[in-house]
T-cell receptor
Framework: AQRVTQPEKLLSVFKGAPVELKCNYS??????LFWYVQYSRQRLQLLLR??SRESIKGFTADLNKGETSFHLKKPFAQEEDSAMYYC????????FGAGTILRVKS | GAVVSQHPSRVICKSGTSVKIECRSL??????MFWYRQFPKQSLMLMAT?????????EQGVEKDKFLINHASLTLSTLTVTSAHPEDSSFYIC????????????FGPGTRLTVL
């Protein structure tokens, strides 16, 4: 079975502070992991994928197979980062975590 | 590129009527389209996967006679909620994959269905 856990419903940080959005997964095969973001009144969009190993908008995420985690990190949060973030796993289908609301306060 | 549209964005209907939601890939050919449902303050749940020209594959617990999916072309998939009831009220989101990034899904803006 595929499962994605995002333990925090809401993460509130001040502008300039580091951000870490947690994601843990469960999957017996070799997973593909993604982070999707949904800004206010906008559609869901892909932020990054573990295969690409890239940094998008200052965000990075490293797949840790030992800890079955794919936490999303950014060293300095900006107000425009405020959004809903979903971690997702593709095994034989795309399964989403419950999502974490990130609020960046000025 | 990779834009997916949905129509309508909102629909209100009476109980017992059927509602059709369209999902279109505007600038790429979508070999596969997906339909999700999202309840308030909850995550997206996959309902079904459709490949162009073939029958949709439904997830466990999703009634295929209730949620009719047609993927007649590489740019259009439709979801018809038949004999809608208030418990079908939800946010329905489609996504599409295809083109150069075959394993990336591009999402539509969603359709808010309210059944009275």
């Amino acid at each position: 079975a595929q499962r994605v856990t995002q333990p925090e419903k809401l993460l509130s940080v001040f502008k300039g502070a580091p951000v870490e959005l947690k994601c843990n997964y469960s999957y017996s095969g070799s997973p593909e992991l993604f982070w999707y973001v949904q800004y206010s009144r906008q559609r869901l969009q892909l932020l990054l994928r573990h295969i690409s190993r890239e940094s998008i908008k200052g965000f990075t995420a490293d797949l840790n197979k030992g800890e079955t985690s794919f936490h999303l990190k950014k060293p300095f949060a900006q107000e425009e980062d405020s959004a809903m973030y979903y971690c997702a796993l593709y095994g034989n289908k795309l399964v989403f975590g419950a999502g974490t609301i990130l609020r960046v306060k000025s | 590129g990779a834009v997916v549209s949905q129509h309508p964005s909102r629909v209100i209907c009476k109980s017992g009527t059927s509602v059709k939601i369209e999902c279109r890939s505007l600038d790429f050919q979508a070999t596969t389209m997906f339909w999700y449902r999202q309840f308030p303050k909850q995550s997206l749940m996959l309902m079904a996967t459709s490949n162009e020209g073939s029958k949709a594959t439904y997830e466990q617990g999703v009634e295929k006679d209730k949620f009719l999916i047609n993927h007649a072309s590489l740019t259009l998939s439709t979801l018809t909620v038949t004999s809608a009831h208030p418990e079908d009220s939800s946010f329905y989101i489609c996504s599409a994959s295809g083109g150069e990034l075959t394993d990336t899904q591009y999402f539509g803006p969603g359709t808010r269905l309210t059944v009275l």
